[in-house]
């Protein structure tokens, strides 16, 4: 079954303890992303990544790294996290689409989301 | 820069009702507009798209057109069914920039038997 995966799916943890949030797909996908969502806030991108080592920085990456060294892995790495980033985290995942001035859009396919309480 | 706004929510609703959640946006060039549904517990998922200008997005008896001359990308359905309860993002991607979403805030669709 083709599917976006993350783990864990719920996670509470204390400020500064280091963690990883996982994400994989099986999709063979070059685009991979990270999104926090928040009330009144809606969708917001952290980092995303258009192949293998090539990583770029979102509208909030402040905060957290991310690292692509397979083509099926991105990780969110939270190193020192704080009670501000108690959040709802999702990875997505889409195939690069064909050149041109105007692509067409390749559908984002969305892990089922991290519940992260940072105390 | 570039936006998207939508009605805010909650909207509740009997189920057979018709369902409109507007959807709105500012938008540089010729962008790509979105539906997302988020069913409870779950990830998003897309629920339909258009590209072009008069373009009608489709999808499990929802749908919304493109309309470029009022900014609009408004959902709709005939008649809802309690399954349909979920939150609603409408989205768009930037023109030359197709990975690049800019989110609604969400609307929450509550429909009652």
């Known amino acids: 079954e083709a599917q976006v995966t993350q783990n864990p799916r719920y996670l509470i943890t204390v400020t500064g303890k280091k963690l990883t949030v996982t994400c994989s797909q099986n999709?063979?996908?070059?685009?991979m992303s990270w999104y926090r969502q928040d009330p009144g806030l809606g969708l917001r991108q952290i980092y995303y990544s258009m192949n293998v080592e090539v990583t770029d920085k979102g509208d909030v990456p402040e905060g957290y790294k991310v690292s692509r060294k397979e083509k099926r892995n991105f990780p969110l790495i939270l190193e020192s996290p704080s009670p501000n980033q108690t959040s709802l985290y999702f990875c997505a995942s889409s195939l690069r689409s064909g050149g041109g001035a105007i692509s067409s859009y390749n559908e984002q396919f969305f892990g089922p989301g991290t519940r992260l309480t940072v105390l | 820069g570039n936006s998207v706004t939508q009605m805010e929510g909650p909207v509740t609703l009997s189920e057979e009702a018709f369902l409109t959640i507007n959807c709105t946006y500012t938008a540089t060039g010729y962008p790509s507009l979105f539906w997302y549904v988020q069913y409870p517990g779950e990830g998003l998922q897309l629920l339909l798209k258009?590209?072009?200008a008069d373009d009608k997005g489709s999808n499990k008896g929802f749908e919304a057109t493109y309309r470029k001359e009022t900014t609009s990308f408004h959902l709709e359905k005939g008649s809802v069914q309690v399954s349909d309860s979920a939150v609603y993002f409408c989205a768009l991607s930037e023109a030359g920039n197709n990975r690049k979403l800019i989110w609604g805030l969400g609307t929450s669709l509550a429909v009652n038997p």
């Open positions: 999709m063979n996908h070059e685009y």
């Open positions: 258009a590209t072009k």
